[in-house]
């Protein structure tokens, strides 16, 4: 898949809380097809504390605007820097990156699962398999009621679940615990979330025979496979989060 | 047109520009981005032996201006190179450099004499200047009877090209680029990273899995630079100047501190078309100067006025 590099113009910095904030930008040209799970690396200008770029998951795609989305948690440096930019300013990208979640086969029963920031993938993910014709149930976790974000944007895919820790909106704990998991009957799982989420959600794929896709997080810097920074152990032996990943099935993790 | 070649002896560069070995994979991975046969070489990822899978991560940490790095060496070793890897690089029309490294004199000896046997592989650059390994690597390159000895044994065996990638963790890197230029070396490329570290405060622990780690990017270029000034004053073979190159402006300082060339290594983690750039900023500049041939300005602050053209 062709990777490009260009500066693409923000076209809306919408915060959603504290914590998280949206950004959509346009290109020029007429975006490439992306691919769910799919990142892009961006660059910061403005400060030798951001020198390397920072890869962001695609959060959602509107080709009929030639569009994108970039779900940000401000974490750092460079993501606050990212929070203050403004609409009409330009970012410098290079996209897409990595491999992607794969399709489910017909009639198998799905679940999106993720969890605080890792729900960014997930948004276009859901709407990918909808337009593949698979209607995934979409189960999601967060601290407590005010820190969920984008819920709405999933009523659309298909059922929506939620756990709280707190319990002030849907089952209270963590996704793990949410009953749905074991009454759902899912053939096919897709998870982004913490690694301690990640881990518990692929524990119970393993032990229920359940396929299971996770997207992973590393430190990277050139996002394209040639730093060798990003490695995961695997049973395949080290592999690139950036071009052999983000996204991996569980059963080559070492976990 | 500017003349913008450079050779190695008898081995011609189109032009001064070279990717360093670590920051460009086998050179496909950046043919999204930019045609690799215009570049003057690239040097590819450094080979060992055996099959390396490098160290822990964290293997890297950003800094002001730069990174560190521990990723050790990871390579699938010499064999996957010859079978997999060097019939996928023979058709770049540039010069395919690969870079060397061991624990052992004898690994690079071995790794020479295969590598000698790739016809379309015209020189080899003898890493002892590698940080992130326990064995080998830098521990050739810091100490002048170990680099004199490798780069002997490597000479004896290996029957092109041979550039010895030299380590800027020495209290006088010159001697190191006289002992490799004594013991037959065509050229030195240097520098390799700087030995760091650096503290994840929140976490309360060192960033990298290794603890220390190789510092690159423009926080070392002031250092690569007097560096390489040093160098090109003190030995006759070509220099290749390594360190922190993120623009043309960077590039020229080294060209005219004395380096025939460069390479281009954390700019491309961050600009892929940043060797290219680089390469049209040069020729423009000498084009903009009045210059024809790069040659004019190779080491020009370190010649007497009226030895250099008055052209500014």
């Not at chain 2, 592989?121 to 390159?141: H, R, T, Y």
């Not at chain 2, 570290?197 to 690569?224: H, N, Q």
């Amino acid at each position: 898949m062709a990777k490009y590099i260009a500066d693409l113009k923000v076209i809306e910095n919408k915060r959603l809380n504290d914590d998280f904030f949206i950004l959509e930008l346009s290109g020029n040209d007429k975006l490439p097809d992306f691919k769910p799970g799919q990142f892009v690396q961006v660059k910061i200008e403005g400060s030798p504390d951001t020198f390397l770029r920072r890869p962001i998951s695609i959060h959602d795609v509107d080709y009929g605007r030639n569009t994108f989305k970039l779900l940000i948690q401000v974490a750092g440096k460079g993501t606050k820097m990212l929070s203050k930019i403004r609409p009409g300013d330009f970012l410098n990208m290079i996209y897409p990156l990595g491999n992607s979640f794969s399709l489910p086969d017909i009639n198998e029963k799905v679940l999106i699962a993720g969890g605080g920031c890792g729900v960014a993938p997930l948004l276009f993910l859901g709407n990918y398999l909808k337009s593949n014709n698979c209607i995934p149930d979409v189960l999601l976790g967060f601290r407590n009621s005010e820190r969920i974000i984008e819920l709405d944007q999933y009523f659309n895919i298909g059922k929506v679940y939620v756990t709280t820790e707190d319990g002030s909106q849907g089952e209270k704990g963590f996704i793990t615990n949410h009953s749905v998991l074991t009454t759902g009957n899912y053939s096919r799982i897709y998870c982004c979330g913490p690694t301690s989420m990640m881990r518990a959600i692929a524990g119970h794929c393993k032990k229920n025979d359940i396929f299971c896709e996770v997207s992973l997080e590393n430190l990277m810097a050139c996002g394209i496979g040639v730093c060798l920074c990003c490695i995961v152990d695997t049973v395949k032996g080290n592999l690139c989060t950036c071009t052999d990943g983000p996204v991996f099935n569980i059963n080559d993790l070492k976990w | 047109m500017v003349k913008l070649g450079f050779s190695i002896g008898d081995l011609h560069f189109k032009n001064p520009v070279l990717t360093a070995s670590g920051t460009f994979g086998y050179g496909s991975e950046f043919d999204d981005f930019i045609d690799v046969s215009r570049l003057g070489g690239i040097v590819v990822k450094g080979t060992t032996l055996e099959p390396r899978e490098g160290n822990l991560c964290p293997r890297m940490a950003e800094t002001p201006s730069g990174m560190l790095n521990a990723v050790g060496l990871q390579n699938k070793g010499i064999e996957y190179f010859e079978k997999f890897i060097y019939p996928r690089i023979l058709n770049y029309e540039t010069n395919v450099i690969v870079n060397i490294n061991g624990s052992y004199i004898d690994d690079y000896v071995m790794l020479a004499e295969r590598i000698d046997k790739l016809e379309k592989i015209p020189a080899i650059e003898l890493n002892i200047s590698c940080p992130n390994v326990k064995m080998g690597g830098m521990a050739f390159g810091t100490k002048l009877s170990s680099a004199r000895e490798v780069t002997r044994a490597v000479r004896a065996v290996y029957s092109k090209k041979l550039i010895v990638k030299l380590s800027p963790n020495v209290t006088n890197i010159a001697d190191f680029a006289k002992v490799v230029e004594d013991e037959g070396a065509d050229s030195v490329s240097l520098i390799n990273t700087l030995l760091g570290m650096s503290v994840d405060v929140a976490k309360m622990k060192p960033s990298l899995s290794t603890i220390t780690g190789g510092l690159s990017g423009p926080a070392i270029k002031p250092i690569a630079l007097r560096m390489v000034w040093q160098v090109a004053k003190a030995v006759k073979i070509p220099v290749i100047g390594i360190g922190g190159i993120m623009t043309t402006s960077d590039a020229l300082e080294f060209l005219l501190a004395g380096a025939s060339a460069v390479q281009i290594g954390t700019a491309s983690f961050i600009d892929p078309l940043a060797s290219i750039k680089i390469l049209e900023g040069i020729e423009k500049y000498l084009l903009e100067k009045g210059f024809t041939d790069i040659r004019e300005i190779i080491g020009y602050i370190n010649r007497k006025p009226e030895q250099n053209r008055n052209c500014c």
